[in-house]
């Protein structure tokens, strides 16, 4: 029998348990089975990270450290992250159940995140003002805002980190990081490359928990600066109210339920394989995963047939298998809600094409890649993210009627678009009401190019350089050169 792993958070430079020491079970996807333990975070244990990032933020090496000498940390932490791909993909696998061919490629390539902000970090500048009154040097200085609070989610969890953390730490902020109470052991195991990269203690704090006490106390600290949160849309309601306490800045990226937008002169073969890796990649626990397919009537039956064939013979097996294309839901509540979900547009009307039900002999929460053919937009399930490997399908005759489906929802992540027609490719990318237009492709980031959403998929931008200012805040300057005394205040001119 596997021995069950206790795991400690981090706070100001060591490793450390909750203050009551009581610890929540994390379990193993693929198998059903607690494989470790994770601390869980008092409020008092909140306040001693958010204290310990003040002090890192505000006196020490930290607070004198110029901004080349930050950018030097954050490289070496990618340079660490990527040699240590293998174990930190390893673990996500065991405690979120994505497959290990990505987490592990996703740890490596999340280095390179990394590696940008520690090359943007000498590069924030203010301006100097053409100011209208004489004898007056104005000019603006960009400053760090202090703690900031980031809250990720299990899926993606590194790569959420790296956006969040990079532009943070290399603005000269201080972090207190939140990690899932679905799956914190990578971001835990992630926190020991923190003291190797250089990072003075109480820079970067992680701790572990649930949305009461830890996360509540975490965003509504009187210390902390700014909140950067990914989630669910209630969570991110109750962050935007506990920040009522300390009016921190806030971002929000709160996922969606993406079109995938399928016209009739798109490559066929191309736009399935787009919309398979959209919606099926990452067992559809994406915040962008294309979940919504609108095909032109011209081609949709010819589509749905090369992909329902596709999908069919998807290999669903044990994530840490190299051929496994699919794994695990990560939690058994996911699980519940497609199933619950699946059954009532059957009710409405749907029809199911492939999949639709948990696949035989494996236990674990399996869910085969399930394809709904849906006959109106009305249905509950078109607008629900389920954030699992479920694709609903409607089909339209023009470009105006896609795009009014595509923006009828209360989502605004992402979308995709197939089509050749270079012309439409404009229309649509300036049509879709939505913070990311993948056209001819789909699920590709970068760390030089902007990722958020509108409407109820939140606000705010992660990656890029813009990001960078999102952690500072201007300070205006104003230097009178004149030799001449100020004039009696009281004598008008």
């Given at each position: 029998m596997t021995a069950i792993k206790d795991y400690q958070m981090l706070i100001d430079g060591a490793w450390v348990g909750a203050s009551d020491g009581q610890l929540f079970e994390s379990v193993n996807p693929t198998t059903g089975k607690v494989w470790c333990r994770v601390p869980e975070a008092t409020a008092e244990d909140v306040d001693r990270a958010v204290q310990a990032a003040h002090r890192a933020f505000s006196s020490g090496p930290w607070a004198e450290m110029s901004p080349s000498a930050r950018g030097h940390c954050l490289r070496k932490l990618g340079d660490l992250l990527a040699e240590q791909s293998e174990n930190l993909g390893r673990t996500e696998t065991i405690d979120t159940g994505k497959m290990l061919k990505e987490t592990r490629w996703q740890a490596k390539y999340i280095a390179e995140f990394f590696h940008f902000y520690a090359g943007c970090a000498d590069k924030i500048s203010g301006e100097t003002l053409p100011i209208d009154k004489?004898?007056?040097?104005?000019?603006?200085?960009?400053?760090?805002?202090?703690?900031?609070?980031?809250?990720?989610?299990?899926?993606?969890?590194?790569?959420?980190v790296a956006v969040k953390m990079g532009p943070a730490l290399a603005a000269g902020n201080t972090v207190v990081l939140k990690a899932s109470e679905h799956a914190s052991a990578a971001i835990l195991e992630f926190g020991a490359l923190i003291e190797a990269a250089g990072f003075p203690p109480g820079v970067v704090n992680i701790v572990s928990g649930h949305g009461d006490p830890c996360g509540r106390?975490?965003?509504?600290?009187?210390?902390?600066?700014?909140?950067?949160?990914?989630?669910?849309p209630g969570a991110g309601r109750a962050v935007l109210s506990n920040s009522r306490e300390n009016f921190a800045q806030v971002s929000l990226e709160l996922g969606g339920k993406s079109p995938f937008i399928v016209f009739e002169d798109a490559d066929i073969d191309s736009a399935?394989?787009?919309?398979?890796?959209g919606i099926f990649g990452a067992t559809g626990q994406s915040c962008v995963a294309g979940s919504r397919l609108y095909l032109h009537e011209d081609i949709a039956d010819a589509f749905l047939e090369k992909m329902v064939s596709m999908a069919r013979?998807?290999?669903?097996?044990?994530?840490?298998?190299?051929?496994?294309?699919?794994?695990?839901?990560?939690?058994?509540?996911?699980?519940?809600?497609?199933?619950?979900?699946?059954?009532?547009?059957?009710v409405e009307g749907a029809r199911i094409l492939c999949g639709g039900k948990q696949p035989g002999g494996l236990g674990g929460t399996y869910y085969e890649p399930t394809i709904v053919d849906c006959p109106r937009q009305d249905l509950r399930i078109v607008d629900t993210e389920l954030f699992g490997p479920v694709l609903s399908v409607l089909r339209f005759r023009t470009e105006a009627e896609v795009i009014a489906l595509a923006n009828h929802t209360?989502?605004?992540?992402?979308?995709?678009?197939?089509?050749?027609?270079?012309?439409?490719?404009?229309?649509?990318?300036?049509?879709?009401?939505?913070?990311?237009?993948?056209?001819?492709?789909?699920?590709?980031?970068?760390p030089i190019a902007e990722f958020g959403g509108v409407k109820g998929s939140g606000y705010g931008r992660e990656s890029g350089f813009q990001a960078m200012y999102d952690y500072t805040?201007?300070?205006?300057?104003w230097v009178n050169t004149s030799t001449e005394p100020m004039a009696n205040p009281f004598v008008m001119r």
């Open positions: 004489p004898d007056m040097f104005v000019f603006t200085r960009r400053e760090p805002l202090g703690v900031v609070a980031a809250i990720v989610p299990w899926n993606s969890q590194l790569f959420l106390v975490l965003t509504s600290h009187p210390l902390v600066a700014r909140i950067s949160f990914t989630g669910g399935v394989n787009g919309s398979v890796a013979q998807i290999r669903i097996g044990d994530p840490l298998e190299d051929d496994t294309q699919m794994g695990p839901l990560c939690t058994a509540g996911q699980l519940a809600t497609i199933e619950r979900e699946v059954a009532h547009a059957k209360q989502h605004g992540l992402a979308a995709g678009v197939f089509t050749r027609d270079g012309a439409r490719q404009m229309r649509m990318a300036k049509a879709i009401r939505c913070g990311i237009v993948w056209i001819n492709t789909y699920r590709v980031v970068s805040r201007p300070k205006t300057v």
